[in-house]
């Protein structure tokens, strides 16, 4: 079967990658902006921490000083104290380094004129500890440290206060971020890369459809989906189930079965491996309890691409009906007018005879061919007590005499009027007539001539139909195949498609918890057993009645 090669239109081709990918790169940079600010500040805060340790640093370094400690325990200060300050503020670099008694008096300042005067702030070092901040002095903001001040004899007399500049931190600031917008556009210029990367391959999976496109086309599916009179399932490559429509749910009594392998939604059996693509062909006939079935699976192909599969259920059960009802009528016109040209033929002969005279011979034809037909449904009468039963009967006789073959109802066939299993013993014997008339019919002529026999029984257990012929048989190795839907050895038949009588007949029996059996070899003997049915109905479940040659 050839595969469906999907092809989709490029409208609008490359919008929707560019569209991705124009808006990956806006969140690239955007998130790659408020990281760097965020780093900004983190790095800061860092830098504002290490320059307060280092002017803590200073200030212990100071406070250590022997000089400045024995001249402000002695004389509180004095102009060795403003020396050695300004001396340690030059060599490291502090924007000041301020000593200052603890009545809040500055000893030493890098401006001369503040010395003596007070800080505005109180002695914080009174608590044995350093301190750490920001200070916004006369020499402009600084990152703060103070520490306590003692004498050499251990007394608490002052603080010193260090600052450095926060030019310092800034400017160490400024060294460092270029250095991390190097990180931050090799990071972005990466997320480029594989945004581009990404939308390239959003737009191979999308086939090139914009978003829009998309959401129409998924509209579309599921109102056509859901609108149509035929069962649609879509297997992926996997073999699971992606799409199934309401109709093949309620043909193949589906439900949940969406992502689902058919193994796990069907019992084995020919309708699986029709779907699953085990028995192959076009128009496969599968037979189930409540429909004929045909199903065709076909391969998805795109850009050269397995996608998968699409198999289509149509019910045809009335349909099938009404061809095997067609064509029983057919044959009944082709069996009428054999019997019409028959009739004619004798009419003939009769009139041949008044007219030359001979009454008793003319007399002795009018007599035979009168009772012929009411013999022979006489005769079946006798054994078969069902008016249904023995219309089928002599019905099916009736045509096979046309075709040159005997049926004969086997002397020890016993069946009462109302018999078990009515509807579907006269599908049952119906379908195993037709198969072996035909058997017959097509078959070399035996020396016993051309033959069909029959057998009803039923006993107190079961009601047996047996069904011979003089046909070739069934060929060997066949016998478990001859009971699958669609299995023949000849051609169709007119309108009639070959390979569901048996395959009915086997699914009625089965159903009803009776057996068949089948001789192989020249000569085919089928042999169906049913049990008495159960005093509870089985609901009217339709049946599907369908007739004829499947061998």
């Known amino acids: 079967m050839t595969p ?7 409208g609008g081709k490359g919008r929707l990658s560019a569209r991705i990918l124009v808006s990956q790169l806006a969140i690239l940079a955007l998130t790659g902006l408020i990281g760097f600010v965020l780093f900004a500040f983190a790095q800061r805060s860092a830098l504002d921490r290490t320059y307060e340790e280092r002017a803590v640093a200073i200030a ?3 406070a250590a000083d ?25 060599s490291s670099g502090a924007s000041y380094v301020v000593v200052i008694d603890l009545n809040g008096i500055r000893h030493s300042h890098p401006i001369p004129r503040l010395i003596g005067s007070p800080v505005t702030e109180p002695v914080v070092a009174r608590d044995g500890r350093p301190h750490v901040g920001t200070d916004q002095g006369a020499t402009g903001r600084s990152a703060n440290g103070r520490v306590p001040l003692y004498g050499p004899t251990g007394e608490l007399v002052g603080e010193v206060s260090v600052g450095i500049p926060e030019n310092d931190v800034l400017g160490e600031l400024w060294r460092e971020l270029p250095t991390f917008a190097l990180y931050t556009a090799i990071a972005t210029a990466i997320g480029s890369v594989a945004a581009f990367l990404l939308a390239g391959r959003l737009k191979r999976t999308t086939f090139g459809l914009e978003l829009e496109e998309i959401a129409g086309l998924l509209q579309d599916r599921e109102a056509m989906l859901h609108g149509i009179r035929e069962g649609v399932i879509a297997f992926n490559p996997d073999g699971r189930i992606s799409v199934v429509n309401d109709e093949a749910r309620r043909l193949l009594g589906l439900r949940t079965a969406l992502g689902s392998t058919l193994d796990q939604v069907l019992p084995d059996g020919r309708l699986r491996r029709a779907l699953d693509g085990t028995v192959t062909g076009t128009d496969i006939s599968v037979l189930t309890d409540e429909h004929c079935l045909v199903v065709n699976r076909m391969p998805v192909t795109l850009h050269g691409r397995e996608l998968g599969a699409v198999v289509t259920v149509r019910d045809r059960t009335e349909l099938v009906g009404l061809l095997r009802e067609l064509d029983s009528v057919r044959g009944l016109t082709d069996a009428l007018r054999a019997q019409q040209h028959e009739f004619t033929n004798r009419m003939h002969t009769l009139a041949g005879l008044l007219d030359i005279g001979a009454y008793d011979d003319a007399y002795e034809v009018a007599v035979e061919s009168a ?11 006798k054994r078969i007590g069902n008016p249904l039963m023995v219309g089928l009967v002599v019905a099916k006789t009736t045509v096979a005499a046309e075709r040159g073959v005997w049926v004969e109802l086997d002397t020890g066939s016993a069946l009462g ?18 198969n072996a008339i035909d058997a017959a019919a097509d078959g070399p002529p035996p020396a016993g001539g051309r033959a069909v026999r029959l057998t009803l029984t039923e006993d107190e257990q079961a009601t047996t139909v047996r069904v011979a012929d ?23 038949r007119g309108t009639a498609r070959r390979g569901l009588g048996l395959a009915l007949v086997h699914r009625l029996v089965s159903r009803h918890g009776g ?24 609901g009217g479940r339709k049946t599907l009645s369908v007739g004829g040659g499947d061998r």
């Open 515 to 538: 057996t068949i059996t089948v001789s192989e070899g020249p000569g085919a003997v089928f042999t169906v057993r049913l049990p008495l049915p159960d005093p509870v109905t089985t």
């Open 470 to 492: 003089t046909g070739p048989g069934v060929p060997p190795g066949a016998r478990d195949s001859i009971f699958e839907d669609g299995w023949s050895t000849r051609p169709d």
């Open 417 to 434: 009027e109302d018999p078990p299993h009515l509807p579907r013993l006269l599908t049952i014997v119906g379908n195993l007539l037709d």
């Open 4 to 10: 469906i090669r999907i092809r989709i239109g490029r």
């Open 66 to 90: 022997p000089q400045i400690r024995r001249a402000m325990q002695d004389d509180g200060g004095g102009a060795v104290v403003q020396a050695v300050a300004e001396r340690i503020r030059q």
């Open 60 to 62: 212990k370094t100071t």
């Open 371 to 381: 009772g012929a037909g009411q013999a022979l449904t006489e005769s079946v009468r």
